[in-house]
């Protein structure tokens, strides 16, 4: 029987721990964690993710902040902002929802971010220490993978992981998250030539490709575990993965669904990783 991983019941098991942990301090006298999410424009997708993060914040109790800035915010603007988080003592995570508008350099705004309180994980230092072997911050889309397989006891040492997406935010760090637990990776994108004949080499195939329904059985191989990153809108409206869940189904030994799967885990390693940072700065000697 195919197992479903279910990233929402994770993500809601994770999130009430965070919740109690947070009630606990709070009971102490601590001073609680904080994140900042900085959000620039008017972009809807955007609106609705940080609208998400705002509200599992919230609901573990963090103290939640969304800095609304207008679309023709500068950039010299948004940096003495973030400078200004940066040197908040309060502050224990800073959020820049992407995209930005075209005038301003994600780099240098990425840069800008405190490496320390960097809980998307996006930081050029962040990730350098992720390709060593030595994270601290992890990107949470594929933090939210490994973290899930693992909950799942599914074993990833000499396993052979197939990874369709070379972005920077899920393909390339997952890579090395993959490497750090001992699997073989071969990483895919649109240029990889003969694309089946690797995905029918994974025992683990993950999806980041941003096309609906794209991975089909015949894509995979008989008892692979299948993750499905993507967050498309079918022709009808409705939100699919880069798989396709009914036709993969039968197929394989276990398989994350759309929604409930990663999305759900991307937005608690977010909460994972501020309570993280929150630990360290605020820990018992910090009072309020
Ligand atoms: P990007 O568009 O940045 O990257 C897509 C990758 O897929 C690229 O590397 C591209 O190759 C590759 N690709 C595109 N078409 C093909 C193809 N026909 N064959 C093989 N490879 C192909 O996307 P993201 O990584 O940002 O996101 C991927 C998906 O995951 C999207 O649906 C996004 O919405 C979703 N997502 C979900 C999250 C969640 O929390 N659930 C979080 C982040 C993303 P190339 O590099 O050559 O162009």
């Known amino acids: 029987m195919t197992v479903i991983l279910d990233g929402k019941a994770l993500a809601n098991k994770m999130q009430a721990n965070l919740a109690n942990e947070v009630a606990d301090w709070k009971s102490k006298g601590y001073r609680i964690p904080k994140l900042v999410v900085i959000l620039i424009g008017e972009d809807s997708a955007s609106k609705v993710y940080v609208k998400n993060k705002e509200k599992s914040a919230q609901k573990i109790g963090f103290h939640s902040v969304v800095r609304r800035l207008d679309e023709a ?3 010299a603007e948004l940096l003495d902002i973030i400078a200004e988080y940066n040197q908040d003592e309060t502050v224990d995570g800073i959020l820049v929802q992407l995209p930005l508008p075209k005038h301003i350099d994600e780099e240098n705004v990425l840069l800008a971010i405190d490496p320390k309180k960097d809980v998307d994980g996006f930081h050029p ?3 350098g220490k992720l390709f060593v072997g030595d994270p601290d911050m992890h990107p949470c889309t594929p933090f939210g993978i490994i973290t899930l397989l693992k909950e799942y006891n599914i074993e990833l040492v000499g396993k052979k992981v197939v990874i369709i997406g070379r ?12 490497l750090n637990e001992d699997a073989t990776v071969t990483i895919t994108h649109s240029k990889t030539k003969n694309l089946k004949e690797e995905t029918l080499t994974a025992d683990v195939l993950v999806a980041a490709i941003g096309q609906a329904e794209f991975i089909t059985s015949d894509y995979v191989k ?3 575990v299948v993750i499905d990153v993507g ?3 079918n022709s009808d409206g409705k939100l699919v993965g880069d798989v396709d ?3 993969v189904l039968p197929k394989v030994s276990a398989i994350t669904p759309v929604p409930g799967g990663v999305g759900p885990m991307t937005i608690t390693m977010l909460m994972e990783q501020t309570m993280y940072q929150g630990r360290k700065h605020c820990g018992e000697e ?3």
């Not at 972005?167 to 993959?178: D, E, F, Q, T």
């Open 245 to 247: 869940f009914e036709d």
């Open 231 to 233: 967050m498309n809108r």
């Open 222 to 224: 008989e008892g692979a």
């Open 125 to 127: 230092l962040n990730v």
């Open 286 to 288: 910090s009072h309020d």
């Open 167 to 178: 972005s920077n935010i899920v393909g390339k760090p997952l890579m090395h998250m993959m």
């Open 73 to 75: 915010v500068s950039e």
